[in-house]
């Protein structure tokens, strides 16, 4: 098993991911289609049964200028501990600053077992039943988290205002620390943040960032 790690933050243009893509699948291990797939949904962090063939492809993404390292397995990402909005921050030295969007839609049914009906009141005089309705609400919650790391510990501070976000992070001591792209929009005030749909896709990207920031400080 092998990981190939992306060496930066840069954004990835179509056209790029194509080569990318075609440098996959050069070796026939795959099809392009496959390649293209994987190129799409690895956020930064290629898997590879193979290591001879993880290998061969970091060398053709080189050559390509395309930064990156390969590892033979992840490091684990500390879980975060919450902190509140206002409250003490920790006066360590952090390596790792990470701000994103976590932008989160929920569906659930709602039944109105009264709906605004003309024929209620004859339904209340016959007995009839006066039946019910069904409508889909959508409920979106959208929450801004700032996510501190030293190699060992994880601190997470999240609200739905970005000022207050700013208000903390000037308080953080990132002098050494690698700064995600988000942290960069935050200062230059353009708000430019990475926004993720669900949990699990914010996880990934900070695997990739923590990897990129601990794993390949060394390399």
Known sequence: MAYLIQGDESDLTPELRERLAQAMA??????????????RHAQGILQFDDRS???RVAARFAEMGFANFLLDQLLPVPK?????VGAPIPEDQMGLVVLALLSTETTRVV??????NPRVGYAL?????????EEV???RKTQYRLDLFTREQHWRVQSGALVRIADVFTSVDVADAHISEGVHSLSNSDRRVPVFADEKQHERYLTWLYQLRFAG???
């Open 26 to 39: 050069e070796s026939g291990a795959m099809v392009l289609a496959d390649a293209r797939y994987r190129i």
């Open 53 to 55: 063939e993880a290998e």
């Open 80 to 84: 975060p501990r919450l902190i509140g």
């Open 111 to 116: 039944t109105d077992e009264n709906p605004v």
């Open 125 to 133: 005089f016959t007995g009839l039943g006066m039946g019910s309705e």
């Open 137 to 139: 609400v959508t409920d």
């Open 217 to 219: 400080q060394d390399r």
